[in-house]
């Protein structure tokens, strides 16, 4: 209250600071809240009472569903959400995601994507509960501006006019249900498309032609796969979650000739032995660009196998850091005559010089011999090795007590005086 009113005595009201910010500030401000406090600030001030319904960002998920009555049923709560957003909402939404693990089949569902599909929607979440597939809808394949799409617990059945997302960049699919025919339809149709994820898709055969992709990260079962044109792709993973029980299915040679720009190489002990067929000696063609490699659920007890990972550590002249996850519950342990066959080949490795190998992560050790025989070699043939972090696995049941296993490989000699070897006893 200014001075001379206080003399008065009489009574001034503040300034409706929040009335009179600008739009784009209160725009920012709503933005930034979860929904349902978003919905909640049209309290604040008659200003605001409809700023809420211009959000271009929807989040509709279990947190949002968790604090919502739940004394009705989750259709009914879910209806009355998206009435309100169809009714009251103008302008367009760049980004919604749907996420509700309890939430069943509900026909404003179809609704909802008609309405995104009108709205200029960019970024498409939708996440459905295991066992509850749903239907994408007609209005899905219209959504001409999306650029990110992600679908969790979907039926997708194309269209027959139905050519392609034009604009999309990035693609996940999980536990998706697509005919193997389309999905390579799908993915040739998005000319732009960078990042493709596909988890547990039913799907058999997949063949892949993306020249903008630049990372790739299947889970799933390996019966077919086919990488062409994708010279930009850098990353790489992949996850055999279908073992049929038949090795060198694929020659891992040939597979690594489309990926001239790989940098990240994930494979799992599955998907090493999918390509664990007639293994050459080294590469026939250079492959500078990988600098990470890692093995997860891996083991050093099958031959095959064995041959096959260390012909990929040795065939990466300029690799940086590698990673191998030991699990060695898929495989019986290997018999003396083997075993011998396994050390003579990680012994190969002598005659391979890592220059530039800076990182190796082993986790999962037992003290086997090709384990710690890899690991001796590591260290004397990596002169830039600046660290070697080694997490012994669990059990009684192992060839060495951890104790052994340290002492151990406090002998084995170092290429490089820098290096430092970290042995995580617990």
Not at 212 to 229: A, H, P, Q, Y
Not at 339 to 353: A, D, M, P, R, Y
Request: one cysteine or more; hydrophobic letters at 40%.
């Amino acid at each position: 209250m200014p001075p001379k009113d206080k003399k008065r005595g009489s009574r001034a009201l503040a300034p409706d600071i929040l009335s009179n910010l600008p739009d784009n500030i209160i725009d920012a401000i709503v933005m930034r809240l979860p929904l349902r406090d978003a919905v909640r600030t049209s309290i604040l001030s008659k200003t605001w009472r409809y700023n809420w319904c211009r959000l271009p960002v929807w989040t509709i998920d279990q947190a949002l569903w968790d604090v919502t009555n739940n004394a009705i049923s989750p259709t009914t709560r879910f209806t009355n959400i998206i009435y309100h957003l169809l009714t009251l909402h103008v302008g367009p939404i760049s980004k919604f995601t749907l996420s509700i693990a309890t939430l069943g089949n509900c026909p404003k569902i179809d609704n909802l994507i008609y309405f995104l599909s009108r709205n200029g929607i960019q970024h498409l979440v939708l996440q459905f509960p295991r066992g509850n597939l749903y239907k994408l809808p007609s209005s899905f394949f219209t959504c001409s501006q999306i650029s990110h799409l992600s679908l969790q617990n979907c039926l997708i059945m194309f269209p027959p006019a139905f050519k392609g997302f034009e604009k999309l960049v990035s693609l996940e699919l999980c536990d998706v249900t697509i005919p193997s025919k389309f999905i390579g339809s799908l993915i040739s149709c998005c000319p732009l498309l960078e990042h493709l994820v596909l988890h547990s898709t039913i799907t058999n055969h997949i063949q892949i032609r993306a020249p903008k992709l630049r990372s790739f990260d299947f889970t799933g079962k390996l019966v077919f796969l086919s990488l062409e044109g994708v010279p930009l792709l850098e990353k790489l993973s992949l996850v055999d979650t279908g073992y049929s029980g038949k090795a060198g299915k694929c020659g891992i040679a040939k597979f690594l000739e489309s990926f001239p720009a790989l940098k990240h190489l994930h494979l799992d002990y599955f998907s090493v032995r999918f390509f664990a067929g007639e293994v050459p000696k080294l590469l026939p063609f250079a492959l500078n660009s990988l600098k990470r490699l890692h093995l997860s659920e891996f083991s050093l007890d099958e031959l095959d196998v064995a041959s096959c990972a260390l012909y990929l550590i040795k065939s990466f002249p300029f690799l940086q850091e590698l990673e191998i996850e030991v699990y060695d519950d898929w495989v019986e342990p290997a018999g003396g005559d083997v075993t011998s066959e396994i050390l003579e080949k990680v012994k190969s490795l002598s005659n391979v010089t890592l220059n530039h190998l800076r990182v190796v992560e082993f986790a999962g050790i037992t003290g086997t011999d090709p384990e710690m025989q890899l690991i001796k070699l590591l260290l004397a043939k990596s002169p830039k090795l600046a660290r070697m972090l080694i997490k012994p696995g669990v059990g009684d049941d192992t060839p060495k007590s951890r104790i052994e296993v340290l002492a151990e490989i406090t002998q084995f000699r170092r290429a490089s005086p820098r290096a430092e070897v970290v042995y995580k006893l617990a």
